[in-house]
């Protein structure tokens, strides 16, 4: 029976320019080419854990306008249950700049991701939260989860428990240190695993190409939480997740990017 997931998080639009480089302070750069994509953290992991195998229900808030259902469309093409609102505001939307070398600006405007209210997580094994909906709902579905994980970003100071933290270094600055299971992101090197600061379990990305590094955090957390909530060694679920997060940035665009439990297979039997 594969695993239940709820992910109470932010769904968005994404508005991606292409670019040879990203701009300076100031600077105009021209010659980009421009994508629509659905997105949001909460989404994006939410379509990784259903292509890696998990039953995923969606639980956030878009506006009643002429991008909602493009927004919600990668969550229903991926097989995800949706409980969500409709609130007052505009669907979120992501302003997204992507270099040739996969670097990356995003400014997002969040909308109708502040306006998530009551919700019941329901039966399920693990609820995955990220930062781009505000503490009260964050809070909620900590409240209401039998194991949470908290991906910290964008990065921000919030006074809920977790047990699993997923941050950077920058994430991880800002959260502070914190008691239980961090899996801490090092980009190209990798990811380490600690328990109450000591390192459990280390592991490397497989070596690709980068393309787009916007779902790459959002692959692995999401590949993380499944490969532990099926049962497998601390060890091993650090290494697909970092596979999956490699896969994610060697591709174009958010979840169009984001692997299969099979391609995770094959990355790392090639490895």
């Known amino acids: 029976m594969p695993p239940s997931i709820a992910v109470v998080g932010s769904i968005n639009l994404d508005l991606v320019a292409r670019c040879e480089r990203l701009p300076h302070p100031g600077e105009t750069v021209t010659g980009a080419r421009f994508e629509r994509h659905p997105g949001g953290k909460g989404a994006n992991q939410a379509v990784a854990a259903a292509r890696l195998g998990a039953d995923v229900r ?19 093409d991926a097989g995800v249950g949706l409980s969500v609102q409709t609130g ?35 039966e399920t094994d693990a609820v995955l939260c990220q930062l781009e909906i505000p503490d009260e709902a964050v809070a909620e579905a900590a409240a209401q989860a039998k194991f949470f994980c908290l991906n910290a970003a964008p990065a921000r100071p919030i006074d809920v428990e977790a047990d699993l933290y997923v941050v950077n270094r920058h994430e991880l600055e800002v959260l502070g240190e914190r008691s239980g299971l961090v899996a801490l992101t090092l980009g190209p090197e990798g990811a380490v695993l600690l328990e109450n600061g000591v390192e459990v379990a280390r592991a490397e990305p497989p070596h690709l190409q980068a393309a787009d590094g916007t779902a790459a955090g959002d692959a692995f957390t999401a590949c993380l939480v499944v490969s532990l909530l099926q049962g497998r060694e601390r060890a091993e679920a650090l290494r697909r997740a970092c596979a999956a997060g490699a896969l994610a940035a060697s591709r174009p665009g958010a979840q169009p990017s984001l692997p299969t439990a099979a391609e995770v297979d094959e990355i790392l039997r090639s490895a």
């Open 88 to 122: 007052a505001g505009q669907t979120g939307v992501a302003l997204i700049y992507v270099a040739a070398d996969g670097e990356n600006e995003i400014v997002v405007a969040p909308g109708a991701n502040q306006e998530i209210g009551a919700f019941e997580v329901g």
């Open 58 to 76: 969606m639980i956030g808030c878009v506006g009643d306008d002429e991008f909602s259902a493009e927004a919600l469309s990668g969550l229903r």
